[in-house]
């Protein structure tokens, strides 16, 4: 099983500010690596998939970077909305053998 | 417009099978391609892939409670059924079900249901 691993659980940041998340495979996923916002009562929403692709209606605020075992997401002027949960999720194991991250929760500062 | 929706019941007593359906429309899942997957949460907790079934009826399974799960379809409901057998109080999350296409990324999900397990 492809362990997937992010940091750092809490990243507290400014409305304004830029956020830097984290997300390392434990083996090489090639580009298959998508992205998640959950909001507090809400279901996961898809940001990003194919490591770099925004998802429709994703804000150009957000944007994914990374191949193989390192990625990054980037939100680089963070607004109110934007405070939630992330989850990286490899799917490059197919027949599928999926897996999240741990998740990075983005908090005011 | 592509919706899911999960149903089941919100408490099992430790050793039940819990049943849970996933209501979908906007899509077919008869379509090549097109899969549906479940997912759970446990309180705040990681999200955690469960299952998956595909347009050509294939299945597959977390490995570590692949034992206790079985994924089947109803493609003339649009309904996909996730059963687990010998709930514990462990097992008590929310669970997701969500569209997978051909590019295997989970691009819509459902609101989710929250299932506790209790006595």
């Known amino acids: 099983e492809i362990v997937m691993t992010q940091s750092p659980a809490t990243l507290s940041v400014s409305p304004g500010e830029r956020a830097t998340l984290s997300c390392r495979a434990s083996q090489s996923v090639s580009s298959n690596l998508a992205w998640y916002q959950q909001k507090p009562g809400q279901a996961p929403r898809l940001l990003i998939y194919g490591a770099s692709t925004r998802a429709t209606g994703i804000p150009a605020r957000f944007s994914g970077s990374g191949s193989g075992t390192e990625f990054t997401l980037t939100i680089s002027s963070l607004q109110s909305e934007d405070f939630a949960v992330y989850y990286c999720q490899q799917y490059n194991n197919w027949p599928p053998a999926l897996t999240f991250g741990g998740g990075t929760k983005v908090e005011i500062k | 417009q592509v919706t899911l929706r999960e149903s089941g019941p919100a408490l099992v007593k430790p050793t039940q099978t819990l049943t849970l359906t996933c209501t979908f429309s906007?899509?077919?899942?008869?379509?090549?391609?097109?899969?549906v997957s479940w997912i759970r949460q446990p309180p705040g907790k990681a999200l955690e892939w469960l299952a998956l079934?595909?347009?050509?009826?294939?299945?597959y399974y977390s490995t570590s409670l692949k034992t206790r799960l079985t994924i089947s379809k109803d493609t003339s409901k649009n309904q996909v059924v996730l059963t687990m057998t010998n709930m514990d109080p462990v097992d008590t999350a929310t669970y997701y079900c969500?569209?997978?296409?051909?590019?295997?990324?989970?691009?819509?999900w459902g609101k989710g249901t929250t299932v506790t397990v209790s006595s």
């Open positions: 969500a569209r997978i296409g051909r590019a295997h990324y989970m691009d819509v």
């Open positions: 906007g899509f077919s899942l008869s379509t090549s391609g097109m899969c």
């Open positions: 079934i595909d347009w050509d009826d294939d299945k």
